[in-house]
């Protein structure tokens, strides 16, 4: 999958000779030709010109699709269908893999927050994308806010006009319908990660009578969209944002429909009702209530109306 990733970085920068490609990844030029055939394989229409090997169309959506052109380090493994892409991206994080992501188009177990199933029918973007990255597992809901953030991003950028209801679901702005889950899973010490696999659901191009009552599709909004082209846009601005933490919290509040609502949060301790204030690092929402100010790690948060 490493060649592949590397062949699709050189290809997509025009064309390219089988010399010159086996020079830049390492590897012989019959390795270099066998990758080639099994991009053509999967669907890529490539020219074989004098300047060398030319990509003339991309397949719609598969692993190798995604990586072309990919401005973000990730390898990218694909399913048409599985079970669940978090359960293989754990499996992948605990046999050591980091900067991959699973791919899927369709799930057959797909798992969500408290245990829930995950509605995931033929036509979504079910992506897990595993990491290791340098930081205290308290740290770490911050990632589940970048990868909130990154696919509010894309979607808006499809036309979608969708905002974050906290902790991480992402809604369809004006009438609160659930377009997006997200479940972060990890592992690790008290002082250390050790992996973090950051789980994304996406209802793309799917029919809302699909789908659990109460949530809506890209489809049903604006019509079908590139879905390897989206997940390129997500995995882009997940990496933008990861390099610059400091700003995560701050892109969290311009896209958050939650800020300013009331709301009430379930939480093990019981019900949290007021005004959503402000959120703090790593991802606790300050709540104004009748008492004072309340600070919530986690739970099911529900806007409600204005009273
Ligand atoms: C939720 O809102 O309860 C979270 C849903 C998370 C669903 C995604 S789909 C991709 C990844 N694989 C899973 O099994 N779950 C997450």
């Known amino acids: 999958m490493e060649t592949r990733k590397a062949l699709c970085d050189a290809l997509a920068s025009g064309p390219v000779s089988g010399p010159d490609l086996a020079e830049e990844l390492g590897v012989s030029r019959n390795a270099v030709w066998k990758q080639v055939e099994e991009l053509r394989e999967s669907g890529f229409e490539i020219e074989s010109t004098d300047?060398?090997?030319?990509?003339?169309?991309?397949?719609?959506?598969?692993?190798?699709?995604?990586?072309?052109?990919?401005?973000?380090?990730?390898?990218?493994?694909?399913?048409?269908a599985i079970d669940s892409t978090n359960a293989r991206a754990r499996e992948l994080a605990k046999a050591g893999a980091g900067r991959v992501a699973v791919l899927a188009g369709e799930q057959t177990a797909g798992r969500g927050r408290l245990e829930r199933a995950w509605s995931a029918p033929s036509g979504g973007i079910y992506l897990s994308i595993v990491l290791r990255p340098t930081m205290t597992p308290m740290q770490a809901p911050l990632l589940t806010l970048a990868g909130a953030v990154a696919t509010t991003r894309a979607l808006r950028e499809a036309g979608v006009d969708a905002g974050i209801k906290w902790p991480?679901?992402?809604?369809?702005?004006?009438?609160?319908?659930?377009?997006?889950?997200?479940?972060?899973?990890?592992?690790?010490?008290?002082?250390?990660?050790?992996?973090?696999?950051?789980?994304?659901?996406?209802?793309?191009?799917?029919?809302?009578?699909?789908?659990?009552?109460?949530?809506?599709?890209?489809?049903?909004?604006?019509?079908?969209?590139?879905?390897?082209?989206?997940?390129?846009?997500?995995?882009?601005?997940?990496?933008?944002?990861?390099?610059?933490?400091?700003?995560?919290?701050?892109?969290?509040?311009?896209?958050?429909?939650?800020?300013?609502?009331?709301?009430?949060v379930e939480t093990g301790a019981g019900d949290v009702v007021g005004r959503a204030l402000d959120i703090e690092s790593p991802g606790r929402l300050v709540i104004g209530t009748d008492e004072g100010e309340v600070r919530v790690h986690a739970g099911d948060c529900e806007h409600l109306r204005p009273v």
């Open 51 to 80: 300047a060398g090997y030319r990509v003339v169309s991309v397949p719609e959506f598969c692993g190798s699709a995604v990586e072309y052109g990919l401005d973000a380090p990730y390898e990218i493994e694909y399913h048409e």
């Open 168 to 264: 991480n679901d992402i809604l369809l702005a004006s009438s609160g319908e659930k377009l997006v889950g997200i479940l972060t899973e990890m592992e690790g010490e008290a002082d250390r990660v050790s992996w973090v696999v950051c789980g994304i659901g996406v209802n793309a191009n799917v029919d809302a009578a699909a789908l659990p009552e109460g949530a809506t599709s890209v489809r049903e909004q604006v019509g079908d969209i590139d879905r390897r082209v989206f997940t390129q846009r997500l995995l882009e601005e997940f990496t933008t944002l990861r390099a610059d933490p400091d700003a995560i919290l701050d892109r969290w509040r311009e896209h958050a429909l939650t800020l300013g609502q009331r709301v009430r």
